[in-house]
Each structure stands twice: as structure tokens, then as C-alpha cells.
């Protein structure tokens, strides 16, 4: 099978929550490829893995102090063979994140252009500037940093003296590189290269849109930080030569970028020579709302188009608070993580019914839709978003750099469930998961709801495999059978596919529905007398549409209707 990944389902997993193999409390290789049998029967595709390198954890691995090492808190390399050859055994392909915009402030190439000095090579692999004002005292310009204060931290040169400053979009723990330095785009070139070898399907492209900031460095009104991204941004030039290196590989390799750009600007990076598919963030805003849904499925997928490449649907992540959460307020995206803003996720009165019953529904829009789907681990289950950790577990870097006004990630992050017994079987019994897994959500585990009918796993698994069956579902072409506009709580949509064509049905109002002719395959609520209830979706086998010998013999019998039948008179009657 060529190209994968234009209609494969991916399932996020955030290691330090999925499995504790070593029972330390924390996440680890090992619990993942223990897991394996599971993420087989759930019928997914392939793995994308958040960051097990080399790191000092100030933001969970998305600080990486050495690229080509597993951090021993997830354990080894050899480790990460086993995984992705247990994977391969399932079918399954593993991609893993790759962070390019910056590196851990523990990199040996970052304590050598700190010990380097001014105007060194080694600097000039990161953004090394002198500070304004008479003694330099000021940083470069008043840009802010993404997960608050300033973007500069001053360095001591290596006689002892105030030196220069360096820039970091993130935390000051994670210095930005230089890429318009030909030597940093080979080394990340050598990085790929290393992990393609070793088997790695793919890769997740971290904050793949900031690598090149506005050189001239301008203070902004606002102090946001000015990275370009059009079409003569240098940055296309390092993703084309990022894919000329997974060209070189065979089986169908693939990256998916995360950039949280208007539509027009992420098509520029998934063009035919640069990366493979980027996150739809505009669905994940969209809530359950939908005029808003449809909008972002129309813009994503015509921008994306333009430029023949697939679009990917995505509902939740590392990143965003739970969906299950999110839709029990009303405010479609009230405490979301936005690239750029990192705001709270705190939710008040959430309706966590409700949510889970819009979940339940938009988990078959998600699956339906032409293009690539993403899953974040715990989505199958339902879980929701943990907001009342107490401030002494919370660590996520925002908590401390916003001077403990934004709670940060945590909430998403919550250890997996797995069973009813300790530790809800994530980990040992005597180990302390590296956050509290909440005791209610035993009635959440994988062991709770497998047997289920009506559970969210048993949803997700039904679903994956009727669209692994499927010509259309993922795979086809949407055709919009609702109007825009025509009713702001219906939409419906054809998925056609060669040989069969599924209606996709949402039901966002508070009333039944009548559901098409046709086979129901599935829905996210009981449909009784060919009813949809309120707040949920369904997918219907249309019959298949008559052939031309079907029509003409259909066009005969009517005509036959038409003419009164003759007597035969027979002979001597
Ligand atoms: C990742 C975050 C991370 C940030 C900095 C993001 O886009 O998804 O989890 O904190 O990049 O690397």
C-alpha cells in the first residue's frame, strides 16, 4: 500500500502516562510495548510517541539534550528498538516527535557556544545577540516568550563578564537554534537519518513553523514575536531538504507539522517536495458548533487541496484540555492550549454528560472525514480533563514561568487507566504515578469499559473498524448534503468511496431526527425507529445508486404501469 499516511488513523501517546513498565511511577518504553496487543485491537494504524530523548524534563522532553539517546526515565535504546519492532510486528508504525526549533540548555552544542565566547561558531548555531542600552543591560528587542516573560536570558562570558543574550521562544531551559546556519540543518538532517535507520516510520515536526525569526529583530507593538512563514521564508527550503532526506528511505516515510498558521500558510509546508500532513488546529476550535465545523472542514480541505496534499482531523492532544471537558461548557474552546498563548484550562460547571455525548458524536466525524485522523491517548476512554490538581503536584513549566497564574498542561496529561485495581493498573501498586490519577477512574478503565456496549472504547473500536472496511470513511470524497446555513445543528455529509457511499448525520440540536434509508453501521447513540436522538451522529450505508440497465429496466416497468393492459383475445374466446 502506497502513501500510508494520507487516510491512517494515529494515535498519539504521551509516554510518561501510558504504561509504567519499571513501576517508578512514570511512563515508560517498556509499558508501551507491553500495551501493544491493546493499541492492535483498537485498530489503529500507527504510533506518534511525544518525546523520549535525551532531556532534562524542563518541559517533558521537549527539551532534548542529546538526539540520538533515549532518556533513562523511559529507558533505552535498545528499548526503542523493541518497541518499534513489536509495533512492526502488529502493523502498527511508530513516528516520534522531533524538536527542531530549539534544545535543551544542557545540549553540549548550548554549553559550548555559552563557553565559546562572542562571535564563535559554536554561537552562531543558536540566536546570540547583544543586549541594548549603555552597558547591554537590556535584552535585544521586548519580544515575549511563549510560556511568559521575556524571550532573552543573558549569558556570562567566559572571563566572568555580563555577556551577550540568547533567544528562546519557550522556557530560558530551551535555547533557539539558527537556521539559517547550513551547519544546523545538516546535524538535524543526520538526526533523521539516524532514527529512519533504525526504523522510525515518521516524525511529528514540534512547532515546525518558528525556525526563522525576523533577523532584524524589531520591537513589536504587542511583543509578539515576528517568525516568517510565507512563501520566500527560508524556512521551506530546510523542509525540502528534510524531505529529500526521508525520500532516500523507502516505505512510504512521513512527517506531520504542527503549526497553528492560517490555512493558506500551513498548505505552503505540505507542499509536494516539503513535509507530508500538518495538524487542522481550526477543527479542534471548532468545537461542537456547527457552522464553525463545517467552516473549518471547507477551508482546511480546499487549502490543502490547492497543494494535493491530505488534511488531518484532530480533537485533542497534549496540548489542549480534553475534549470530553471542553464540550461539556458551552464556549467551544474556553481554557485551550493556542500555539502562542498557552492559556489556563480551567473549566467551570463542565458538563461532563453532555460533553461525552458530543464527544461520542464528533468521534464519528473525526473518523469519517477524508484525510488522516489523530487519537490522543485516554480519548478512546472518554477521560476528562483533570482541573483541581493541587498546586504542589502541578509541572508543567507555565505553572512557575507565569508566576503561578496559569495552571498549564497538567489536566491532559493525567497516567492512563487501565484497570480497577492499584494505581489503576499504570503502574505498580507501591509506585506513585508521576500525577494522581483520579480514583473515579476505575469506571473509565480499559478493563471497565472493554466489555462495554455503549462504552467510548467499544464506540472507538467499532468505528475503527467499520472505516478500516470502508472505501469511504477516511478514504472517499465529501460531498456536503446539508446546505450551509440551512439549519446551524444539522450537518450531513456523503463520504463516496468506490462502490458505496456513507452519510455521515450530525444531530448537534436538541431533538430526534429522521435518519436516510439505508444499513445504520453505527452511532454514537441507540437509534430506535429509524430515529437519531438529539446531540449525536451516526453513519449509514446509502443503497447503492441503480446502475444504467437497473434504471432502464426501472423506466420500463413505470412506462408498463402507464399503458392499460390489453386482453389477449384468444382464439375462440
Ligand atoms: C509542544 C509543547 C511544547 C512546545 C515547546 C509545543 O508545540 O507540543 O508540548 O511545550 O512545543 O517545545
Not at 527560508?234 to 516505505?251: I, L, N, S, T
Not at 513549566?397 to 489536566?411: A, F, L, Y
Not at 492512563?416 to 506513585?432: D, E, H, I, Q, Y
Amino acid at each position: 500500500m502506497t502513501e500510508w499516511w494520507r487516510h491512517a488513523v494515529i494515535y498519539q501517546i504521551y509516554p510518561r502516562s501510558f504504561g509504567d513498565g519499571d513501576g517508578d511511577g512514570m511512563g515508560d518504553l517498556a509499558g508501551i510495548t507491553a500495551r501493544m496487543q491493546y493499541l492492535a485491537d483498537l485498530g489503529i494504524d500507527a504510533l506518534w510517541l511525544s518525546p523520549v530523548f535525551a532531556s532534562p524534563q524542563v518541559d517533558h522532553g521537549y527539551d532534548i539534550s542529546d538526539y540520538r539517546d533515549i532518556d533513562p526515565l523511559f529507558g533505552t535504546l535498545e528499548d526503542m528498538d523493541e518497541l518499534i519492532a513489536t509495533a512492526h510486528d502488529y502493523g502498527i508504525r511508530v513516528t516520534l516527535d522531533f524538536v527542531p526549533n530549539h534544545t535543551s540548555d544542557q545540549h553540549q552544542w548550548f554549553t559550548a557556544a555559552v563557553a565559546s565566547g562572542r562571535g564563535s561558531p559554536e554561537r552562531a548555531r543558536y540566536l546570540f545577540r547583544d543586549g541594548r542600552g549603555p552597558n547591554g543591560d537590556e535584552p535585544p528587542n521586548n519580544w515575549k516568550s511563549v510560556f511568559g516573560g521575556p524571550s532573552w536570558t543573558r549569558v556570562d562570558e567566559p572571563d566572568g563578564s555580563p555577556g551577550q543574550w540568547y533567544y528562546h521562544l519557550f522556557a530560558p531551559e530551551q535555547p533557539d537554534l539558527n537556521w539559517r546556519n547550513p551547519e544546523v540543518v545538516a546535524e538535524f538532517a543526520s538526526v533523521l537519518r539516524f532514527w529512519l535507520d533504525r526504523g522510525a516510520d515518521g516524525f511529528r515536526i514540534d512547532v515546525s513553523d518558528a525556525l526563522i525569526k525576523d533577523d532584524a529583530w524589531p520591537d513589536t507593538a504587542t511583543g509578539e514575536p515576528i517568525i516568517p512563514k510565507g512563501e520566500d521564508s527560508p524556512v521551506h527550503e530546510v523542509y525540502r531538504e528534510f524531505r529529500r532526506v526521508m525520500d532516500a528511505y523507502p516505505g512510504d516515510r512521513m512527517a506531520v507539522i504542527e503549526t497553528g498558521a492560517e490555512d493558506e500558510i500551513v498548505s505552503l509546508f505540505i507542499r509536494p517536495d516539503e513535509m507530508h500532513l500538518a495538524f487542522n488546529f481550526k477543527f479542534v476550535h471548532a468545537g461542537f458548533d456547527g457552522p464553525k465545523l463545517r467552516a473549518a472542514i471547507d477551508s482546511s480541505l480546499a487549502a490543502n487541496a490547492a497543494v494535493g496534499a491530505p488534511t488531518t482531523w484532530v480533537t485533542d492532544n497534549h496540548d489542549t484540555p480534553r475534549s470530553v471537558s471542553r464540550l461539556g461548557q458551552n464556549a467551544t474552546l474556553a481554557g485551550a492550549y493556542v500555539p502562542g498563548t498557552m492559556a489556563s484550562g480551567i473549566f467551570q460547571e463542565v458538563d461532563l454528560e453532555l460533553g461525552t455525548r458530543r464527544a461520542r458524536a464528533l468521534a464519528l466525524v473525526l473518523l469519517a472525514l477524508p484525510g488522516a485522523a489523530y487519537i490522543y491517548n485516554g480519548q478512546e476512554l472518554g477521560l476528562p480533563n483533570v482541573d483541581d490538581l493541587p498546586d504542589e503536584v502541578l509541572q508543567d513549566p507555565i505553572w512557575e514561568r507565569s508566576g503561578r497564574t496559569v495552571r498549564g498542561r497538567d489536566g491532559c496529561r493525567i497516567p492512563v487507566p487501565w484497570t480497577t485495581g492499584a494505581n489503576l493498573g499504570f503502574s505498580r501498586a507501591r509506585a506513585k504515578p508521576w500525577l494522581p490519577i483520579p480514583r473515579e477512574w476505575a469506571s473509565l478503565s480499559v478493563a471497565a469499559q472493554h466489555a462495554s456496549a455503549d462504552s467510548m472504547l467499544t464506540l472507538y473500536r467499532e468505528a475503527l473498524r467499520v472505516r478500516r472496511a470502508s472505501t469511504a470513511l477516511g478514504r472517499g470524497t465529501l460531498r456536503w448534503v446539508s446546505a450551509p446555513g440551512e439549519a446551524d445543528d444539522l450537518l450531513v455529509l456523503d463520504m463516496v468511496g468506490e462502490g458505496s457511499t456513507v452519510r455521515v448525520v450530525v444531530n448537534l440540536s436538541g431533538a430526534a431526527i429522521d435518519l436516510p434509508e439505508g444499513e445504520l453501521l453505527l452511532a454514537s447513540q441507540p437509534v430506535s425507529a429509524g430515529q437519531l436522538p438529539a446531540i449525536a451522529a451516526a453513519w449509514v450505508a446509502l443503497p447503492p445508486a441503480p446502475s444504467i440497465a437497473d434504471r432502464l429496466i426501472s423506466a420500463v416497468g413505470d412506462l408498463t404501469e402507464a399503458i392499460p393492459i390489453v386482453p389477449t383475445l384468444r382464439p375462440g374466446g
